[in-house]
């Protein structure tokens, strides 16, 4: 995905997604959580299953490719069927055009803090209204566990063929050293409010 540059600069109001008695209405995001989750979980199970089956097919070394090119492809997909945009975005970037703006810095750093105390990535997720320019958007956030595929690229033990392929295509790379469980990077997406 192409990252929305209202995205980069907008400021994020968070509001508290589960705060007692509190009432959903137009300007509660707790509105968009089941389709924002349900959206992120489909994009995650068809990159894992496009990447799983790279490696299969191709060897290691395609999964990079894979990455790079098949995570757009489904991230347009999935935001022309649901209105979304998708973006991948991490602390270690690979890719300097998924670096985050501070606001995403900041959750995900709250993620990671959350993860140090015991609490798991997979049930983590931050959503808020964003605003801009009288313009507002639903934001959500979810972290991205590393997983035993994602090693391949992205694990402390990269050599090779698949460390030459990363030094050429990503001359920058920060995103390898993770091991399995630690935060690889989030999801995020946003879908516009206007008229409401």
């Not at 069927?81 to 998708?86: L, M």
């Not at 606001?103 to 798991?120: D, K, P």
């Not at 639903?138 to 402390?156: A, E, F, R």
């Amino acid at each position: 995905m192409k990252r929305n540059s209202r995205m980069r600069s907008a400021i994020l109001l968070f509001l508290a997604v589960f705060a007692a008695g509190a009432q959903a209405d137009e300007g509660d995001p707790r509105q968009y959580v089941e389709e924002a989750r349900g959206i992120a979980q489909e994009f995650a199970a068809e990159l894992k299953g496009e990447l799983e089956k790279a490696i299969e097919e191709e060897g290691a070394s395609r999964a990079i490719g894979v990455c790079g090119e098949a995570a757009p492809d489904i991230g347009a997909r999935l935001a022309g069927e649901t209105g979304w945009a998708f973006g991948r975005t991490a602390l270690r970037v690979r890719n300097p055009r998924n670096a985050p703006d501070s606001r995403e810095r900041a959750v995900m750093t709250s993620f990671q803090q959350q993860h140090a105390e015991g609490i798991e990535l997979q049930g983590m997720e931050r959503i808020g209204i964003v605003e801009e320019g009288g313009l507002r958007y639903v934001h959500y956030m979810k972290p991205i566990p590393t997983q035993q595929v994602c090693l391949t690229c992205h694990g402390g033990d990269v050599k090779g063929p698949i460390q030459e392929a990363l030094a050429k295509r990503y001359p920058a790379d920060a995103a390898t050293g993770f091991q399995e469980g630690e935060m690889r990077g989030a999801f995020t997406f946003i879908k516009p409010l206007e008229g409401r």
